[in-house]
């Protein structure tokens, strides 16, 4: 009954800067925490950043201090702001979302994935 849209993905020069988005639609009661996950080739799924319902967040070390992950609550979206982009950023990113559906039940989604190509 959930859905996540995943945008903001391209191709984009060392140094540079995307922001991509995550927006959630449906039977949505409240969000436990979101997350941004990313896969490079011949590589594993591995957690990038995540936000907690009391806003805490947390990085992968690689990213510290280049990427910034924020939500809107009242849109349902989450944001990751990449800047100074590395090709080892190379990847596709994926959101993942921890929910509880109308019945206050924990739900987990993904979203469908958006390619993040840094390369000159």
């Known amino acids: 009954q959930v859905q996540l849209v995943e945008s903001g993905g391209g191709l984009v020069q060392p140094g540079g800067s995307l922001r991509l988005s995550c927006a959630a639609s449906g039977s949505i009661f409240s969000i436990v925490s979101m997350y941004w996950y990313r896969q490079a080739p011949g590589k594993q799924r591995d957690v990038v950043a995540y936000?907690?319902?009391?806003?805490?967040?947390n990085y992968v070390d690689s990213v510290k201090g280049r990427f910034t992950i924020s939500r809107d609550n009242a849109k349902n979206t989450v944001y990751l702001q990449m800047n100074s982009l590395k090709p080892e950023d190379t990847a596709v990113y994926y959101c993942?979302?921890?929910?509880?559906?109308?019945?206050?039940?924990?739900?987990?989604?993904w979203g469908q994935g958006t390619q993040v190509t840094v390369s000159s």
């Open positions: 936000i907690t319902t009391s806003g805490s967040t």
């Open positions: 993942y979302f921890i929910v509880r559906d109308g019945s206050g039940s924990p739900r987990h989604y």
